[in-house]
């Protein structure tokens, strides 16, 4: 699973003939390098892009989506079993599947049946595409939602609109109740993440869930449907979780500990992130006959859909029968662990991770990700064994259950939470790796520049180099106005291409919220409409994703050169004058866009005193003045250190181990008010899986409880003091002990 940005994107990348860009050439200057570091990492870069193959990505891609491989079965755990043998072939080291019992998800049986005012027995399943042998597996489920309750009711329909509770606010009004009642939702009209539609349903006292594909959001009014074009066909069918694990991710009876066999579980009555309704996906062809039978007043034009009827809001006339088995309990998942021993610093780590468990197939959800993760590998084992050794040690984790809560990741992160705190360089996901062409970069802010950096010596498929290619493509939706607060404006031009806005959504989760590592998310997208379907295949990928597979040989590139710079950098490049601007940024949108004072600012008269704040945020932003001030200058001594050539490994491992505490320093052991196990205070996700900046301040603002601001606020400040002393000590550290580096150097010089 990923957040589904697809939807809005059908930007086709115009073919130009721009010069190709010598992406060959040594280079003396990459952060965080010496400028003799950079020329060798040049070089082993250069080998190691020379490496991957589009024809190794369609053969890796074809052996993952030869079959349904959903969290817990079988078959993903023969995967699991094929990803260790590889990676021990291609030179992986330490080479291990670690097991993990959790409370899992898996579909018994489903019937839906239309019993008033006529009869309609629903699919609930997809219908086979005739080009598509795949769409005819007898291995394909049918329609079901991981961690639906099992149960059985009869009762009338309530056409919800999105399912959000504004949508409940406006039924309320039209006097229409949805207590007992089922409700049919659509997916994405705003998107938020299904399992806040089940628990906004469940507290409404709706007595079971359908969320529905529109074709107006995914579906026939955006394009050609497959076969015949990326777009969900009629018949496809959006599966999915519904774990509340916005809550807490990870197996719902071991909230904040690992799941490894014999662990300790919470009675099922107390896990938080369990939903308790009934909930079923359906295919548009199986909503339509429910929605133009109903009756109740006409549903307001917003909520009107794609399908050639009038939508209203029901309520009596449509009664179904429906019926849900689901066989959820404890089994075993399993997460593949190898890495490449680092040559001098093999106790930091780079940690690399993408979910091998799918819905069915899996095309582009995650299985593109799995085959650019085994080229990814093939080439870091081909560069081991030809002596190119990283500096730092790189793990690549095959995560299990990632659809299911996070759960592989989640259950990981927690087992090895110490070591990670203490070693861990950062994480590098990478999910869905391609549904098409248009790039997508997430960096927490001290990352962003080295992303922005590392994509100019790549080389998109247009020609381009990576670089310019996510530039136009900024620029040109920047213009189309689908910025959407995704793109950062503060600080330089270029990190402001990355997207530093993280929420939750895939297996970063855990590392940046839990762990408090810093994290990296990679993706290239386009028009998608088969997400979770059947039809997310090898077929959809071969006719409309990445057909020459060239994205997904790209992705292997960027990963591993991202990888290896942060294994292989003499100074960690982690630029914290860039973190601070985005957090000053992060602040003033706060105050700008919350009612600070309990009153718009436009009801203050001209010439009226303006009331005093209930929280005044001046202390915050005071400190993150000098938190980037402090940035500044550790970059400055850096830069000279590094230009300087010579710089003593343990004077740079010092530097490194304090650079790498600064994201631990961010997390308040507390967690969030009312979510302990997030323990980010810069980042956080909403209920709909939206990122939501300084999520322990920002919901106190919007709830206007200014006590709870207060504490939050100076948490916010007492970790800004924090990371600004040790980014100051740090810088003194460096520049006392470079200057008598220098002044012994020009002495030994001297003598000879
Ligand atoms: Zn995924």
């Given at each position: 699973?990923?957040?589904?940005?697809?939807?809005?994107?059908?930007?086709?990348?115009?073919?130009?003939?721009?010069?190709?860009?010598?992406?060959?050439?040594?280079?003396?200057?990459?952060?965080?390098?010496?400028?003799?570091?950079?020329?060798?990492?040049?070089?082993?870069?250069?080998?190691?892009?020379?490496?991957?193959?589009?024809?190794?990505?369609?053969?890796?891609?074809?052996?993952?989506?030869?079959?349904?491989?959903?969290?817990?079965?079988?078959?993903?755990?023969?995967?699991?079993?094929?990803?260790?043998?590889?990676?021990?072939?291609?030179?992986?080291?330490?080479?291990?599947?670690?097991?993990?019992?959790?409370?899992?998800?898996?579909?018994?049986?489903?019937?839906?049946?239309?019993?008033?005012?006529?009869?309609?027995?629903?699919?609930?399943?997809?219908?086979?595409?005739?080009?598509?042998?795949?769409?005819?597996?007898?291995?394909?489920?049918?329609?079901?939602?991981?961690?639906?309750?099992?149960?059985e009711v009869t009762a009338s329909v309530v056409y919800a609109h999105?399912?959000?509770?504004?949508?409940?606010?406006?039924?309320?009004?039209?006097?229409?109740?949805?207590?007992?009642?089922?409700?049919?939702?659509?997916?994405?009209?705003?998107?938020?993440?299904?399992?806040?539609?089940?628990?906004?349903?469940?507290?409404?006292?709706?007595?079971?869930?359908?969320?529905?594909?529109?074709?107006?959001?995914?579906?026939?009014?955006?394009?050609?449907?497959?076969?015949?074009?990326?777009?969900?066909?009629?018949?496809?069918?959006?599966?999915?979780?519904?774990?509340?694990?916005?809550?807490?991710?990870?197996?719902?009876?071991?909230?904040?500990?690992?799941?490894?066999?014999?662990?300790?579980?919470?009675?099922?009555?107390?896990?938080?992130?369990?939903?308790?309704?009934?909930?079923?996906?359906?295919?548009?062809?199986?909503?339509?006959?429910?929605?133009?039978?109903?009756?109740?007043?006409?549903?307001?034009?917003?909520?009107?859909?794609?399908?050639?009827?009038?939508?209203?809001?029901?309520?009596?006339?449509?009664?179904?029968?429906?019926?849900?088995?689901?066989?959820?309990?404890?089994?075993?998942?399993?997460?593949?662990?190898?890495?490449?021993?680092?040559?001098?610093?093999?106790?930091?780590?780079?940690?690399?991770?993408?979910?091998?468990?799918?819905?069915?197939?899996?095309?582009?959800?995650?299985?593109?990700?799995?085959?650019?993760?085994?080229?990814?590998?093939?080439?870091?084992?081909?560069?081991?064994?030809?002596?190119?050794?990283?500096?730092?040690?790189?793990?690549?984790?095959?995560?299990?259950?990632?659809?299911?809560?996070?759960?592989?990741?989640?259950?990981?992160?927690?087992?090895?939470?110490?070591?990670?705190?203490?070693?861990?360089?950062?994480?590098?996901?990478?999910?869905?790796?391609?549904?098409?062409?248009?790039?997508?970069?997430?960096?927490?802010?001290?990352?962003?520049?080295?992303?922005?950096?590392?994509?100019?010596?790549?080389?998109?498929?247009?020609?381009?180099?990576?670089?310019?290619?996510?530039?136009?493509?900024?620029?040109?939706?920047?213009?189309?106005?689908?910025?959407?607060?995704?793109?950062?404006?503060?600080?330089?031009?270029?990190?402001?291409?990355?997207?530093?806005?993280?929420?939750?959504?895939?297996?970063?989760?855990?590392?940046?919220?839990?762990?408090?590592?810093?994290?990296?998310?990679?993706?290239?997208?386009?028009?998608?409409?088969?997400?979770?379907?059947?039809?997310?295949?090898?077929?959809?990928?071969?006719?409309?994703?990445?057909?020459?597979?060239?994205?997904?040989?790209?992705?292997?590139?960027?990963?591993?050169?991202?990888?290896?710079?942060?294994?292989?950098?003499?100074?960690?490049?982690?630029?914290?004058?860039?973190?601070a601007s985005n957090i000053r940024q992060f602040v003033n949108e706060?105050?700008?866009?919350?009612?600070?004072?309990?009153?718009?600012?436009?009801?203050?008269?001209?010439?009226?005193?303006?009331?005093?704040?209930?929280?005044?945020?001046?202390?915050?932003?005071?400190?993150?003045?000098?938190?980037?001030?402090?940035?500044?200058?550790?970059?400055?001594?850096?830069?000279?250190?590094?230009?300087?050539?010579?710089?003593?490994?343990?004077?740079?491992?010092?530097?490194?181990?304090?650079?790498?505490?600064?994201?631990?320093?961010?997390?308040?052991?507390?967690?969030?008010?009312?979510?302990?196990?997030?323990?980010?205070?810069?980042?956080?996700?909403?209920?709909?899986?939206?990122?939501?900046?300084?999520?322990?301040?920002?919901?106190?603002?919007?709830?206007?409880?200014?006590?709870?601001?207060?504490?939050?606020?100076?948490i916010l400040r007492q970790a800004l003091l924090t990371n600004t002393?040790?980014?100051?000590?740090?810088?003194?550290?460096?520049?006392?002990?470079?200057?008598?580096?220098?002044?012994?150097?020009?002495?030994?010089?001297?003598?000879?």
């Amino acid at each position: 699973m990923k957040l589904s940005r697809a939807a809005g994107c059908s930007t086709l990348a115009l073919l130009s003939l721009f010069c190709i860009p010598n992406l060959t050439r040594a280079q003396t200057s990459i952060l965080g390098f010496t400028p003799s570091s950079a020329a060798r990492e040049t070089e082993v870069e250069i080998k190691f892009k020379s490496i991957p193959t589009p024809d190794e990505e369609r053969r890796q891609h074809r052996i993952f989506t030869s079959e349904p491989h959903i969290a817990g079965s079988k078959r993903n755990h023969e995967l699991a079993e094929y990803i260790r043998d590889e990676w021990t072939r291609q030179g992986l080291e330490d080479v291990i599947i670690r097991r993990y019992d959790v409370y899992g998800t898996n579909p018994k049986s489903a019937a839906l049946e239309m019993i008033a005012p006529t009869h309609y027995q629903a699919l609930l399943h997809e219908v086979a595409l005739d080009p598509d042998p795949d769409s005819k597996n007898p291995a394909i489920t049918g329609a079901w939602l991981g961690m639906s309750i099992s149960g059985e009711v009869t009762a009338s329909v309530v056409y919800a609109h999105s399912g959000n509770p504004e949508d409940y606010d406006l039924l309320r009004k039209n006097g229409i109740r949805v207590k007992g009642k089922i409700v049919l939702v659509r997916y994405s009209n705003p998107y938020s993440y299904r399992g806040f539609k089940a628990l906004t349903a469940q507290q409404e006292g709706a007595a079971a869930i359908l969320i529905y594909s529109d074709p107006q959001e995914d579906g026939y009014k955006k394009g050609n449907v497959d076969p015949d074009g990326p777009w969900g066909p009629e018949y496809h069918i959006q599966r999915g979780a519904i774990t509340y694990d916005f809550m807490v991710p990870g197996d719902p009876l071991t909230p904040g500990w690992a799941s490894v066999p014999g662990a300790k579980r919470i009675p099922i009555e107390d896990a938080v992130s369990m939903p308790k309704i009934m909930a079923l996906p359906l295919s548009w062809h199986d909503a339509k006959p429910l929605l133009e039978n109903m009756d109740g007043p006409m549903a307001p034009p917003d909520w009107q859909g794609g399908l050639p009827i009038q939508y209203h809001l029901g309520g009596e006339r449509v009664k179904i029968h429906l019926k849900i088995e689901m066989d959820n309990g404890i089994q075993p998942y399993y997460v593949v662990e190898g890495r490449i021993r680092g040559a001098e610093l093999p106790d930091e780590w780079v940690v690399l991770g993408n979910h091998r468990d799918a819905w069915v197939f899996g095309g582009v959800d995650p299985s593109s990700g799995t085959a650019s993760m085994m080229e990814l590998t093939r080439a870091l084992g081909k560069l081991a064994k030809e002596g190119m050794r990283p500096r730092r040690t790189l793990v690549v984790c095959s995560w299990d259950g990632e659809e299911v809560g996070l759960t592989g990741s989640t259950e990981w992160g927690e087992q090895f939470a110490d070591e990670l705190r203490a070693q861990a360089v950062a994480y590098l996901n990478v999910d869905e790796a391609t549904s098409g062409p248009n790039f997508h970069g997430q960096a927490v802010a001290s990352l962003a520049p080295m992303l922005v950096e590392t994509t100019r010596t790549l080389q998109d498929p247009s020609g381009k180099s990576l670089y310019d290619a996510w530039k136009a493509r900024s620029e040109r939706e920047k213009k189309e106005g689908k910025q959407s607060g995704q793109f950062n404006d503060s600080g330089a031009a270029d990190s402001g291409l990355a997207d530093t806005r993280i929420g939750s959504g895939s297996d970063h989760t855990v590392f940046l919220n839990f762990v408090g590592m810093p994290v990296l998310g990679l993706q290239f997208d386009g028009p998608y409409g088969v997400y979770h379907s059947a039809y997310d295949d090898f077929f959809w990928m071969n006719h409309f994703g990445d057909p020459g597979y060239r994205y997904h040989t790209l992705m292997s590139q960027l990963w591993g050169v991202l990888a290896l710079r942060l294994a292989n950098a003499n100074l960690l490049p982690f630029d914290f004058a860039s973190y601070a601007s985005n957090i000053r940024q992060f602040v003033n949108e706060l105050s700008k866009e919350k009612n600070m004072w309990g009153q718009p600012s436009s009801a203050v008269q001209p010439g009226e005193a303006r009331p005093t704040p209930p929280l005044d945020l001046k202390p915050v932003l005071d400190a993150i003045d000098e938190f980037e001030a402090a940035g500044k200058r550790l970059d400055e001594s850096a830069s000279h250190a590094l230009a300087a050539g010579a710089l003593d490994p343990k004077l740079a491992a010092t530097i490194n181990h304090g650079t790498m505490q600064v994201e631990r320093n961010w997390l308040n052991p507390d967690g969030i008010p009312g979510r302990p196990w997030f323990k980010h205070i810069l980042y956080g996700a909403r209920f709909t899986y939206a990122h939501l900046e300084l999520p322990g301040l920002t919901e106190a603002v919007e709830k206007q409880d200014w006590t709870t601001a207060k504490r939050q606020a100076e948490i916010l400040r007492q970790a800004l003091l924090t990371n600004t002393k040790l980014v100051n000590d740090l810088n003194d550290t460096l520049n006392h002990q470079t200057a008598g580096q220098t002044a012994s150097q020009s002495r030994s010089d001297g003598i000879h």
